[in-house]
């Protein structure tokens, strides 16, 4: 397996993209969501924001499952999310 394909099995975009990024100076990424253009675009897209969904799911299960708890810094955040149980 690739370095990229083990990365991108990890969830880690953040090491993904910094492989891709390194490699040319102008860099674009196309997918079905959207197309960015340049490192800074990419990465706000593709590495912030996977982290951030990341970080919200955590929150979630941690309602249900309390003995899945976030890790510290981001354990205050699991008190900002107040989702029921899923619907019947």
């Known amino acids: 397996?690739?370095?990229?394909?083990?990365?991108?099995?990890?969830?880690?975009?953040?090491?993904?993209?910094?492989?891709?990024?390194?490699?040319?100076?102008?860099?674009?990424?196309?997918?079905?969501?959207?197309?960015?253009?340049?490192a800074a675009s990419i990465k706000k897209y593709y590495v912030d924001q996977h982290a951030a969904s990341k970080i919200t799911d955590l929150a979630r299960m941690s309602k249900f499952y309390p003995e899945s708890r976030l890790?510290?810094?981001?354990?205050?955040?699991?008190?900002?999310?107040?989702?029921g149980p899923p619907a019947k």
């Not at 890790?71 to 955040?77: D, F, G, K, S, W």
Request: net charge negative; hydrophobic share 30%.
């Open 71 to 83: 890790p510290e810094p981001y354990a205050t955040l699991s008190d900002t999310f107040s989702y």
């Open 1 to 38: 397996m690739s370095r990229r394909a083990c990365y991108h099995a990890a969830g880690r975009n953040d090491l993904e993209f910094e492989l891709y990024s390194k490699q040319q100076p102008d860099i674009s990424w196309a997918q079905n969501r959207g197309f960015q253009v340049g």
